[in-house]
């Protein structure tokens, strides 16, 4: 007994064409290779020149679904869907496109993978900071694993200075590197300092208060043109009353 059914996909193009509001219809998913499982749906996806309601949706599933009663239709509007199923449509098989509406079909194309390159784009932009403030969130983890509990203990220990002071350094950068990623998505340039930075990011809302963090960027600055001189002092109150500060700027970007 077969497990599949071999579709006619031009009977079946040749009944859709008879829905005068579709502009185009294409069949994808796996159904484009012209055979779908027992059981499986048939996958069209469908442009509609004019305005369609719940009747002319309800009649194309019928139109399919009377050519193979054992399948089901699963229809995807093209006018309504999002730009991923816009572009997963894309990649199956163009049925057919009504006469007179090929304007139509290269517009719809053209947009699609506009969009979709744009949309990529941002998720690849998204995922980078994502993976910064996982290194932010694994640099404040490593510092507080040392377990620096008094100002003697920083002092005594010269190797302790050193990789404190670094990895302080390195998880400033890291806001810093991610504010001018998130300037990028927002289509502007980076402003003329990293303190211009985060208050560009506040007045866009995606942070609270720059002010908080400009104290971090300083120290930054500081230890980057004058590490022969670095205080200690302020190198432990960061710890003991600012560290929170990088996993408050976490949450900020990843709520915003």
Known sequence: MPTF????????????????????ALIYGSSKDGKVNIGSDIDIAVWFDKNYNEDSVVNIIKTVESIYPDIECDLTILNSTTVILQYEALKGKLLFIQKGKQNNWTDFYSSTCRKYEEFFEGCKIN????????????????????????????????????????ALQVSVEIMIDISERILAIEKMPPQNSSADNFKKLEELKIIKDAGKYISMIKFRNF??????????????????????????????????
């Not at 071999?6 to 185009?24: D, G, R, V």
């Not at 900071?129 to 203990?153: M, T």
């Open 5 to 24: 059914i071999n579709l006619n996909l031009k009977k079946i193009s040749n009944a859709l064409q008879e829905h005068s509001n579709i502009s185009f």
């Open 127 to 166: 995922y980078n900071i994502e993976n910064k403030l996982r290194l932010l969130e694994s640099k404040i983890s490593e510092i507080s694993s040392w377990n620096i509990k008094s100002f003697k203990q920083l002092k005594e220990s010269t190797l302790l200075q050193n990789a404190t002071e670094r």
């Open 223 to 256: 230890m980057v043109h004058r590490y022969e001189h670095i205080d200690l002092d302020i190198v432990y109150g960061i710890l003991k009353n600012k560290l929170f500060l990088f996993e408050y700027f976490i949450d900020e970007i990843r709520s915003s």
